[in-house]
């Protein structure tokens, strides 16, 4: 059964084919002779098919829909991860949801006290749905949103080299949650949304030292986002930032250290305000990129800087 929206591509492998033989019917009406004894049935010989050099093997594409997607009907919005659902999604007949192609996404971060950028590779915003208005042309956007983990890089007091990997995780990570739920808003083609997240950080390295700081070195509490920007889920998708917001705080880093406590260098090195993030966001339509595997689709440029 399928429970969430998008594009469902199917197809045919190569077959295989199994030839069995029929007896010839009596041509007389005659008492047969008596017979011998039947020998054992020979072993069905099998025909493997390959497909041609370069062959697509696929048929066609089917767009699933969510369950009452239907001109006046109403959206039950399904919860997301850690109990977090799309709650903010109208229940109003003059909604009308619009299940979205693939979503990739490119972020790149400025921590101001490090001076370091972080580019991620490209991720996904999975099951993505445009609830818009058919009477204002407004809408609201619902998906998952996974993030890829960023390498950081900066000169740490201007001179000592300092590297480690970010990765961008849900709330209720520790409850086994994997996606971001992603609820935007779309007004006059102007795309807003708040996203909570945790930075937990990984194979740091200071001076080309490594700096053991555990399994779990995060953020204490949630990073707080508000990004907006330009949007259009139906030519490309567009960039949003938390620019034109005043940028965000990161707080202070809780569980470092394998060996010794390592929260306060950590936090003293980074945390702070006046941080930026900007979200690269590529829509595919169910007509363009079709790919099962979204690492086989175009990258979206990430921004300048």
């Known amino acids: 059964m399928l429970t969430n929206p998008g594009l469902l591509n199917y197809g045919l492998a190569a077959p295989v ?5 029929t007896p010839a019917a009596p041509t007389s009406t005659a008492s047969p002779a008596p017979s011998a004894p039947a020998e054992p049935a020979p072993a069905v010989p099998q025909l493997t098919c390959a497909l041609d050099p370069g062959q697509d093997p696929a048929l066609g594409s089917v767009l699933v829909q969510p369950l ?14 850690g109990g977090v659902s799309t709650q903010d999604v109208p229940q109003d007949p003059d909604y009308y949801p619009v299940a979205l192609g693939l979503m990739k996404l490119v972020t790149t971060s400025t921590v101001r006290k490090l001076g370091a950028v972080a580019t991620t590779s490209p991720g996904a915003v999975l099951g993505g749905v445009y ?4 009477n204002t042309g407004d809408a609201i956007v619902t998906g998952d949103a996974f993030f890829q983990p960023a390498p950081l890089r900066a000169l740490n007091f201007g001179f000592v080299p300092l590297e480690a990997k970010a990765e961008f995780l849900p709330v209720t990570y520790h409850e086994g949650a994997k996606a971001i739920p992603l609820v ?20 740091v390295k200071v001076n080309g030292v490594t700096l053991d700081v555990g399994p779990d070195c ?15 889920a139906f030519n490309g998708g567009g960039t949003i930032s938390t620019v034109p917001n005043g940028g965000f705080v990161l707080p202070g880093f809780a569980g470092c250290g394998a060996t010794e406590p390592l929260d306060s260098l950590l936090t ?12 690269v966001i590529a829509v595919y339509p169910t007509s363009g990129c079709q790919e099962p595997d979204h690492n086989n689709c175009p990258v979206p440029v990430p921004p300048a800087g």
């Open 218 to 232: 995060r953020t204490a509490t949630p990073v707080s986002l508000d990004l907006i920007g330009p949007f259009d």
């Open 268 to 279: 003293g090195l980074s945390s702070g305000p006046g941080n930026q993030s900007t979200a």
């Open 184 to 203: 935007g808003n779309v007004v006059g083609g102007i795309l807003s949304t708040h996203l909570e997240v945790m930075v937990r950080l990984s194979a």
């Open 17 to 21: 084919l199994a030839l069995t033989g």
């Open 131 to 134: 609830n818009v208005n058919i």
């Open 68 to 81: 009452s997607a239907k001109p006046g009907g109403k959206q039950q919005p399904a919860p997301g991860q």
